[in-house]
């Protein structure tokens, strides 16, 4: 299949790298009119689309990408992971990830929604994680917190806009390969003062023994942000090589 796309205008938030990069450059292949965006601009360089500074926290950086991308799919791609459990966490890092992984998406739904109900449709597609209400992942708390915030968040606008149009599902992935994944192994590196043991780790936990290109998890955004998938909304899309589902 090819133009899965066709006619359609995505907006994508943090697609300088990683699941939102993939997503954008599968999105473009598939014909879609994409504004690219990221807090980094020159991350989001060597996209063949137009690209916008955009940091999801600030409401209106966050109306002027929508007012530009009209977008008949919406793509709130950015988040970040803490590590710890809730004794680790501190009211910093509660606070910031929630306005990050979550509140974002609160903002820059209020602002393409309207244009997608005067439209008559539109695609939400929200990053959430398997580390969710799916499982409680080690030393995930303040992560897994915001990204079962993010479902709950996806089967409300779902269910509001049911009858208009409207289809909104989340992504919950399992461990992909991604620049901050790297990070995250290098970091687990330096604490057990191995970056093979900490690859290791990771790794062992996964059944399918090996962790997702970021192309895989692109290739659900696709089917979300099209019309193929035009009978589903209000859920949260498993995609973890199997790790929540044994
Ligand atoms: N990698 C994984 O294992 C994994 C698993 C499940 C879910 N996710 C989720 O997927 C999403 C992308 O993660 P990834 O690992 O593919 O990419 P990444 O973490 O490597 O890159 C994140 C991108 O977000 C951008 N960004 C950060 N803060 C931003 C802000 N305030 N506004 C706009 N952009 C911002 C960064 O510049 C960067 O380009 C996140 O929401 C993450 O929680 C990742």
Redesign the pocket.
Known sequence: MTNRLEGKRALI?????????ATAEMFIAEGAEVLA????TG?LEGLDCETMR????DDTAVREGVARARPDILFN?????HHGTVLDATDDEWDFAFE??VA?MFRTIRAALPGMLERGGGSIIN?????SSIIGAPDRFV?GTT?AAVIGLTKSVARDYIARGIRCNAI??????????HDRVAALGEKLGSHEEALQAFVSRQPMGR?AR?EEIAALATYLASDESAFTTGHAHVVDGGWSGQ
Request: glycine share 12%.
């Open positions: 938030t943090a697609a300088g790298q990683g699941i939102g990069r965006t990221d807090r980094d991350l955009l940091d999801v926290r791609c950015a988040g970040f992971v990050l992984n974002s990053m959430s994680s398997a580390a992560y990204k919950c992935p399992g461990t992909v390969e991604s620049p901050s994944w962790v970021a």
